[in-house]
């Protein structure tokens, strides 16, 4: 291992030597703890920043600093390789593909945490070959809090390595379901990096275990019906294919996440589909290529981080011969939805398209439980088979927005209009109190989930109307053209029917409750006088009655629906308070 001497480098200088200019540091043994385990630990988050630090200092290659908090109180970390030295990535970006990789957003999932300080030490010390089109930037350690709340016994299933952190970060949220709701700190400082960095590839370090196969290594890029246009067509057709030959070459197998639970997947997978509240979903909408490596809980530490550090350096393979058409490509798909009359949402996979895959798996068969006497899996290990399998892997939109001028947001939305602000949206304030004509939604119906998912109730297959109406805005209230880079993830976010829309994710549950009523003995004399002065509302609740039997024997619901029919009715109780500019 290299190590760097203060003293020499002095004594070398004398008083002539400038030492401002030169990265000194102690006497430091840059072998990682998994190399020191003989891979069966992992490092610590405070072992894990004091080595990137002292890299930094070591080397002139690697950056390090602080960006923005977590939960946890402490700060996240983004550490840069770049070959030339240069860490202005806005001047490198366009001679160089950005890879961007997040370690430890599940921190009991370390395997890409000890791959990447290998990683970045071997490019600093000259290793490996020096990429001339690639700049690598990472989250060391996403998840603090998870990664401080060290164990030996919550992942369950995982085969090593003998202490890890923990799935919940300082708050208990799993972080990769974070990344449109936004309820934790480590997101939002996520949204400074991310923007700042601006990737042209990201990838997110995992380990799962739905099944078990002969495989240590599976990959989950992002849908690419999703991603859509040329770009979703070269990750499909060219990324994906020149990865995987990079690893076969260097005698790593891999396959596409096998998407299964608890079953033998010998009769298909499915690929995962990540929406924009996963990471990769996320970056999905500003463009970037998304890529998780997910390694196999059951298959030995070492082997997994082995194969996590080989599949990096696979990625950069890509990158080097790819940068140019990866940036054209980018650039292409930004101006796609800058033209595009509609926006296809809410993909679901097409069941009619099917193609196969050669896929080595274990013979598994259902037997009786000696502990519980019910029906288990069990997997033989000692039979193995290499079979074709069928794979799912088109996806169709459900739906799809055509695409407004502008949206407008009341500024009273503050913790939207934050968020929006985080995530580099442009927006400009009206100078004056307005009235515009606008499309506008009512909800009118929608279903919630009855169990708390990640801090929430989310809804789901949420519908609504719209009409035209003259809305009265006032100054400070924000018009946000979608004619910018953040398009995408305006769409997304809202556009109340969407999957991961803040709709659905509860930012706008106040309007779902309404908060002026009626005393029945007041407002029936009111109803009366109403029904006399409009023949036609009159005529349209008797014919109500007539063809409602449950309605007619209702009069409370008589009431409430005269109620609703009348101008006492509160405007905002089911209106959705984002404004389309469509003409």
Not at 405 to 422: D, M
Not at 484 to 491: C, D, G, K, T
Request: proline share 5%; aromatic share 14%; with cysteine.
């Amino acid at each position: 291992m290299k190590k760097i001497y203060a003293a020499l480098l002095a004594a070398i200088c004398l008083t002539s030597c400038d030492l401002s200019k030169y990265r000194l540091v102690q006497d430091y043994d840059f072998e990682t703890v998994f190399e020191s385990s003989k891979g069966t630990e992992t490092a610590t988050y405070a072992q894990i920043i004091e080595y990137y630090t002292q890299l930094s200092q070591a080397y002139p290659s690697i950056d390090i600093k602080e960006f923005g908090q977590t939960d946890s109180g402490e700060p996240l970390h983004l550490v840069t390789y770049s070959p030339d030295e240069d860490f202005d990535i806005d001047s490198q970006r366009e001679n160089h593909t950005i890879v961007f990789i997040n370690n430890g957003i599940h921190p009991g999932e370390s395997d890409g945490i000890d791959a990447t300080m290998m990683l970045f030490r071997d490019l600093a010390q000259d290793s490996l070959p020096k990429p001339k089109n690639t700049i690598l930037v990472t989250i060391p350690v996403y998840n603090v809090g998870g990664a401080l709340n060290r164990n030996s016994t919550s992942r369950t299933n995982q085969h090593g390595p003998a202490e890890y952190g923990f799935r919940g970060n300082a708050r208990n949220y799993d972080l990769n379901r974070d990344f449109i709701k936004a309820d934790t700190r480590n997101t939002r400082s996520f949204y400074e990096i991310f923007h700042s960095v601006n990737p042209d590839i990201f990838v997110d370090t995992h380990v799962s275990n739905g099944a078990d196969y002969q495989y240590t290594l599976t990959h989950l890029f992002t849908q690419h019906n999703k991603l859509g246009g040329e770009l979703g067509e070269y990750l499909q057709n060219r990324m994906i294919p020149s990865f995987e030959r990079s690893l076969w070459e260097h005698d790593w197998e891999i396959t596409p996440y096998v998407n299964v639970f608890n079953e033998v997947p010998d009769e298909g997978i499915v690929q995962f589909l990540d929406n924009p509240r996963y990471s990769t979903g996320y970056a999905a909408l500003w463009n970037t290529l998304g890529l998780m490596i997910e390694t196999h809980m059951l298959k030995p530490y070492q082997d997994r981080v082995e194969g996590t550090y080989r599949a990096l350096q696979s990625l950069i393979d890509v990158s080097e011969r790819d940068y140019a058409t990866i940036k054209d490509l980018r650039a292409r798909a930004q101006r796609k939805y800058l033209t595009e009359r509609f926006y296809p949402v809410n993909f679901e996979v097409d069941s009619s398209t099917v193609s196969t895959i050669d896929f080595k798996g274990y013979e598994g068969e259902t037997v009786t439980s000696e502990l519980t006497g019910g029906e288990r899996l069990s997997y033989d290990r000692e039979q193995p088979f290499e079979k074709e399998i069928e794979y799912y892997n088109t996806f169709v939109p459900s739906d799809k927005i055509e695409i407004p001028r502008a949206y407008i947001i009341p500024q009273g939305w503050w913790n939207v209009v934050n968020t929006l602000r985080e995530n580099k949206v442009e927006m400009t304030p009206f100078a004056q109190d307005t009235a515009m004509l606008v499309e506008v939604y009512r909800i009118e119906d929608y279903e919630t989930y009855t169990s708390p998912y990640e801090g929430h109730y989310p809804h789901y297959n949420t519908e609504v109307s719209k009409q035209f109406e003259t809305v009265n805005f006032r100054k400070g209230d924000l018009y946000i053209k979608t004619f910018q880079p953040a398009v995408r993830y305006l769409l997304e976010t809202l556009e109340p029917v969407t999957t991961d829309s803040f709709f659905n994710w509860n930012f706008f549950d106040t309007i779902l409750q309404q908060k002026e009523g009626f005393s029945p003995y007041v407002f029936e004399d009111v109803a009366k006088q109403l029904l006399e002065e409009d023949p036609d509302l009159k005529e349209e609740f008797e014919t109500k009655k007539r063809e409602d039997r449950d309605f007619s024997n209702d009069p409370k619901a008589q009431l409430d629906w005269l109620h609703k029919s009348s101008d006492n009715y509160e405007t905002a109780h089911l209106r959705y308070p984002v404004f389309r500019v469509s003409r």
